[in-house]
C-alpha cells in the first residue's frame, strides 16, 4: 500500500513536471523569410529551443510593421511564456510590448534594438558598432590608408534608418574613415555622406541598386571608384550588380564590403566581386538566446555581457554581445566551411 501511494505521488509530480514543460512556449517573431539570415536565425532557434524541451511560435512579418504587431499578439493570446522579437522597426512594438508586460511575458530583443520602450528586458545581438568598426578597418588595410599619399574615391551606404543597428554599423566605420576624410585622402564625389542620405530604407537590394547607378553617373567621365562602403549583403549585392552592369571587371573593380555571408554574396567574394563580408554565426546567437530563455524561466541569473551601450531611449537593455569576424577569399573555407556553416555544394561558382 505504501509502495502503492510513493508510485502514485511520483507519477503525479512527473506529470505535473510535464504539463508545467508542456507550458513554456517561446514566441519568435522575425522580420522576413527574404533574407537568408533571418531564415537561418529562426531555423537555428527553432531547432534549439525544442531540443531544450520548449515549444516554439515562429513567425516571420514580410517586413510589414502591422503583420508583426499581430502575430506578438497572437503569440500572447496563444500563452507564450517568453518572446523573442528580431523588429523591423525597432520603435514601432510599444503597445504590444504593453500587452506583453500586462501578461508577465519577459521580452528578449534579438539581433535589433526595440527601443522607446520600457518594456523589454534583455538584448542578444553581435556587437554592431564593432561591425562597423570591422569593415572600416578592412578598408583602411586593403588601401594602406595610413601610408598611401590617396587621395582614394569612396561612395557611403547606410542601412535602414528605423533599424537602430544601421547607426551603430555606420559610426563603426565612419569612426575609423571620417579623419581620412577630413584630411582629404578620402572623397566621396557625390558628396553623399550624411548618414539620412546615404540610408537605404528596408535594406532593400533593388533600391541599393538603384542608388549605385545613380551615384555612378559622377563617374563616367572616367574617375576611377576606390571603394564603396557597404553595411551589409543585401545592400552589396545590389551596389555589385550595378557596378557590374556599369561594365567594372576584375581588373577595376572597387572594393565592396559587406556583412552576413549570406551565400550568393560569399560566391561574390570567390569571383571577385566582393572583397568581404562580415560573418555573424547565426548559430552562436541562437544558442545564446536559448541559453538566455532557459535562465528566465527557470529563474536563474540571465547571461549578459554589456550593460552600457544599448541605451533604448528609456532605459540601458542588459545585453549580450556576440563576437563578429569578416570573411574574405583567404579565410572564407575555414570560417565557412570547416564550421559546417555551408557545403562545398553551397558555395560552388560556375
Ligand atoms: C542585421 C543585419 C542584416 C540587416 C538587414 C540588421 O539588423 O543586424 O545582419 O543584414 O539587418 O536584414
Known amino acids: 500500500m505504501k509502495k502503492l ?72 493570446l496563444g500563452g507564450v511564456d517568453v518572446l523573442v522579437i528580431a523588429s523591423i522597426d525597432g520603435s514601432a512594438l510599444g503597445t504590444v510590448l504593453q500587452t506583453a508586460k ?72 565612419w569612426d575609423i574613415l571620417k579623419p581620412y576624410y577630413e584630411a582629404g585622402k578620402i572623397v566621396v564625389k557625390s558628396g553623399q555622406t550624411d548618414f539620412e542620405t546615404i540610408a537605404i530604407l528596408g535594406w532593400g537590394t533593388d533600391d541599393a541598386q538603384a542608388r549605385m547607378d545613380n551615384l555612378l553617373t559622377n563617374y563616367a567621365d572616367g574617375t576611377k571608384l576606390d571603394a564603396v562602403l557597404s553595411p551589409n549583403d543585401s545592400l552589396a549585392l545590389g551596389i555589385t550588380n550595378s557596378l557590374q552592369g556599369a561594365g567594372y571587371t576584375l581588373e577595376n573593380f572597387p572594393i565592396v564590403t559587406g556583412q552576413d555571408c549570406d551565400m550568393t554574396n560569399v560566391k561574390n567574394i570567390i569571383l571577385g566581386y566582393q572583397a568581404m563580408s562580415v560573418f555573424k554565426d547565426t548559430r552562436t546567437l541562437a544558442a545564446q538566446v536559448v541559453k538566455m530563455v532557459d535562465a528566465i524561466l527557470r529563474g536563474d541569473k540571465v547571461p549578459v555581457n554589456d550593460t552600457e551601450t544599448y541605451d533604448n531611449g528609456v ?5 549580450f554581445l556576440c563576437d563578429p569576424v569578416f570573411a574574405d577569399k583567404d579565410n572564407y573555407k575555414e570560417l565557412l566551411l570547416d564550421t559546417g556553416y555551408y557545403t562545398e555544394e553551397q558555395l560552388k561558382v560556375e
Not at 514566441?27 to 516554439?56: C, F, H, I
Open 5 to 76: 501511494f510513493s508510485l502514485l505521488l511520483v507519477t503525479v509530480l512527473l506529470l505535473s513536471a510535464g504539463s508545467a514543460l508542456a507550458a513554456q512556449k517561446v514566441g519568435v517573431a522575425m522580420p522576413t523569410n527574404s533574407l537568408q539570415r533571418w531564415n537561418q536565425d529562426g531555423a537555428n532557434m527553432k531547432a534549439e529551443l525544442e531540443a531544450a524541451g520548449y515549444e516554439v511560435d515562429l513567425q516571420y512579418a514580410n517586413n510589414d510593421v502591422a503583420t508583426q504587431v499581430s502575430q506578438i499578439e497572437n503569440m500572447i
Open 102 to 173: 500586462d501578461n508577465d511575458i519577459e521580452v528578449i530583443a534579438y539581433d535589433r534594438m526595440l527601443t522607446d520602450t520600457p518594456n523589454v528586458d534583455y538584448y542578444a545581438t553581435f556587437d554592431n558598432y564593432k561591425v562597423g568598426t570591422i569593415q572600416g578597418l578592412f578598408l583602411e588595410e586593403k588601401l594602406d590608408l595610413k601610408n598611401a599619399e590617396g587621395p582614394f574615391n569612396f561612395e557611403l551606404f547606410a542601412g535602414s534608418p528605423d533599424d537602430s543597428n544601421a547607426r551603430y554599423f555606420h559610426a563603426g566605420a
Open 315 to 319: 532605459f540601458v537593455i542588459p545585453s
